[in-house]
């Protein structure tokens, strides 16, 4: 069997969001960024986020809003 290696930082374990907790922005920065990328081909005039769960809880305190922003 050949063995396979891969490379990362501990900035690719620990990554930092913009708010006041990561687990609360990180996530959902980067499923709002994905979302925004797949809609190159649309003409978009508004965009409705409803957050659920620990995200709707928590999220103006912790910044999840202005991450999916």
Not at 15 to 28: A, D, E, N
Not at 32 to 59: K, M, P
């Amino acid at each position: 069997m050949k063995a396979s290696f891969s490379s990362f930082t501990v900035l690719d374990l620990f990554t930092t969001g913009i708010g006041l907790s990561s687990s609360q922005t990180v996530g959902p920065m980067l499923a709002a960024s994905a979302f925004a990328i797949s809609l190159h081909r649309f003409v978009v005039q508004t965009i409705r986020c409803d957050l659920f769960g620990a995200l709707a809880d928590t999220g103006r305190g912790h910044g999840t809003n202005t991450a999916v922003i």
